[in-house]
């Protein structure tokens, strides 16, 4: 798996992460928020729905039976033996049994007549048809901090609740039963108690109001009704609801990585492969047009000329993109005479290459007619000129060396001054007859120049690549950078260790600055005498 | 984005290598300062000058006196300034350094162009 796909992977999953992310928030949100609105409502209407039974208790039995009920359950209450009624009520449980059992739920035999009987009945009818679990008629007795059933009625389930009437709960002064009045729009409470047969915990909402619209709670003979509604399955729809909804969620949250995905794919990676494959073509073809380029010139191998291979050459073009401008060669024309030609087009990258095949190949063409250096020059130099819309041009060094008896005649055409090492001396800039660069103007004249070399002497030529060789603070190496490497070097060092020498002495200049240039050297050397 | 990275990898090494021109025409005399580095990545600016805002100026001067080096691809745009101002007038280079003279020198367009030193 190549980089690029990495980085597409990544994005893919970035977004897939993002979009879970999202997705996970805003559906806890909306859990939290639905299940507290869905709670809020259901005990909304569940509060409506008790109000509605509580306030419809009274209608049942005709207002004087039930104040008659009342009244006579708590004259019982009131007249039945002290020892019972005082007892303390906080012993085991809600309600207390501190008395004999038979005895004291027999007091009240007397008020549970036939229309007793039957208002429990249409109690009870009530309960199942309305869905309240019990529905209970007490009076309060602030003495002893009590509230007195008169009444208990539950549906069928919650029979075993039922109190006796003249049976009796705690109440206290902060509890809000204790101040209810015709004022209040009616006491609500919701509370969780465990059920006896399933162990579940089942919510209930209780409602209590005035039997009757008048009655208040600090009067005397006021009766309540207290309604408890059980939460029916209340978890169980608040469980059913949250499923539905992470359903939904889980399915949507999928549409959703599917679809960014999709908008990835058609939308980024379609064009950005374009733009990769297409890249990938430009740098196919660079690197098809560098091997092209390097095909032109000679391979970095040191060669030997002459009689006992008496001459070593070595040259070596480094470009700083795929493609450069500069080039080198060397060939003989003859059996005697080998042309040495280095040059630097005024750029670099395809453009330069372009340029630097075709000035190479007119001044090839006219150095292998045996003319004179600077004549050849001269005939290039108006060749590229007729040619060169861009206005680039070509600084060229062009020398034919004389195998024979060493001598090099030369012309030079706005290219770096050769440098030579005469045997037992050191590199000098060897001070040469300059013409004008090649391919601007036309007419240019060039003069040939002679140079004796002898055994032991040698030659380096170079482009502005290497003394113009930069660092990372933008110093040049320069002339006298480039003379110091190169007297660095005992004197019978050959041509390719002069070049390699100086290509690493420029790595280390740089000091791991880009290489702005194309770095090219040519270098001969007369290994012995004739 | 190795894409990115790859397009400016292409590109020179940027750094301080900046070049700063200043232009200032009186009449048919153009007098362009040239300051900093005139390399591949910077000449492009000086060639927009040269192909744009010459027409109708008789004399051009270049100030070259804070202008620390000029690779070839500078001596392109000198010497499409130079041919421009050949037809319609002329052209001085004004205090090049030692570094942009060497390379005039080099080039061989020192006996072509007009160079002056007034210090």
């Known amino acids: 798996m190549d980089d690029r796909s990495v980085k597409k992977l990544h994005l893919g999953l970035r977004m897939t992460g993002l979009i879970l992310c999202v997705s996970v928030f805003l559906s806890s949100a909306a859990i939290w928020i639905g299940t507290r609105i869905f709670v809020n409502k259901n005990n909304e209407a569940y509060k409506m729905q008790a109000r509605s039974v509580a306030g419809s208790v009274g209608l049942i039995a005709d207002e004087d039976r039930f104040r008659d009920m009342v009244s006579l359950v708590r004259n019982i209450y009131e007249d039945a033996p002290s020892d019972i009624r005082d007892a303390d009520a906080s012993m085991g449980g809600e309600v207390a049994y501190s008395y004999d059992e038979g005895e004291y739920p027999s007091l009240f035999k007397e008020a549970q007549d036939r229309i007793y009987t039957e208002t429990i009945n249409k109690l009870n009818y009530l309960c199942e048809e309305s869905a309240a679990a019990d529905i209970f008629i007490w009076f309060p007795d602030y003495e002893r901090h009590r509230m007195v059933f008169v009444m208990f009625a539950a549906a069928e389930k919650y029979q075993s609740e039922i109190e006796p009437p003249g049976f009796w709960t705690e109440i206290y002064e902060e509890d809000e039963e204790y101040t209810l009045s015709p004022d209040t729009q009616g006491y609500y409470a919701s509370y969780e108690r465990e059920d006896e047969v399933t162990g579940q915990t089942v919510t209930y909402v209780q409602c209590i109001l005035p039997l009757y619209p008048d009655d208040n709670a600090v009067e005397e003979g006021s009766a309540f009704v207290t309604v408890d509604i059980e939460w029916k399955d209340v978890h169980e729809q608040t469980l059913e609801y949250l499923r539905h909804f992470l359903i939904a969620v889980v399915i949507l949250t999928l549409i959703l990585v599917g679809l960014s995905q999709l908008i990835l794919r058609y939308s980024m990676v379609g064009p950005l492969k374009k733009v990769i494959a297409e890249e990938e073509r430009v740098a196919t073809e660079l690197s098809l047009g560098s091997d092209i380029q390097k095909s032109a010139l000679p391979e970095s191998v040191m060669c030997h000329f002459g009689s006992g291979d008496r001459v070593a050459v070595y040259g070596s073009m480094k470009p700083a993109k795929e493609t450069g401008g500069d080039f080198f060669d060397y060939y003989l024309i003859d059996e005697d005479h080998l042309v040495l030609l280095i040059a630097d087009v005024s750029d670099k990258g395809v453009p330069a290459a372009l340029f630097m095949m075709m000035s190479k190949i007119f001044i090839d063409c006219f150095a292998t007619q045996h003319l004179e250096p600077g004549e050849a020059l001269m005939r290039a130099n108006d060749a590229i000129f007729a040619r060169n819309k861009e206005q680039m041009f070509v600084t060229v060094w062009l020398g034919v060396l004389e195998l024979s008896t060493g001598i090099l005649r030369a012309a030079n055409a706005g290219h770096e001054k050769p440098v030579i090492r005469r045997a037992g001396g050191e590199f000098e800039i060897y001070v040469d007859v300059h013409g004008f660069i090649a391919g601007r103007l036309k007419n240019m004249k060039y003069k040939t120049y002679e140079i004796m070399l002898g055994a032991g002497d040698t030659l380096f030529l170079f482009t502005d690549g290497l003394t113009e060789a930069m660092n990372t603070e933008e110093n040049m190496l320069g002339a006298e950078g480039m003379l110091g490497a190169l007297n660095s070097l005992p004197e019978d060092t050959d041509p390719e260790t002069v070049c390699l020498h100086m290509e690493s002495a420029v790595r280390q200049f740089s000091n791991g600055a880009p290489q702005s240039d194309d770095l090219t050297m040519l270098c001969v050397r007369i290994e012995k005498e004739n | ?119």
């Open chain 2, 1 to 119: 984005m190795g894409f990115f990275k790859k397009l400016f990898e292409h590109g020179e090494p940027s750094g301080e290598s900046s070049l700063q021109i200043k232009k200032d025409l009186k009449g048919e005399e153009m007098y362009v300062t040239l300051i900093g580095r005139m390399n591949a990545v910077t000449a492009p600016e000086l060639s927009k000058v040269v192909e744009n805002e010459l027409g109708g100026v008789k004399r051009l001067v270049l100030d070259l006196t804070d202008l620390e080096y000029t690779s070839s691809a500078g001596l392109r745009v000198i010497m499409a300034a130079f041919e421009v101002m050949n037809r319609q007038g002329n052209m001085v280079l004004l205090n090049p350094c030692e570094a942009v003279t060497d390379v005039l020198d080099e080039t061989g367009m020192v006996d072509f162009l007009e160079i002056i030193r007034d210090r």
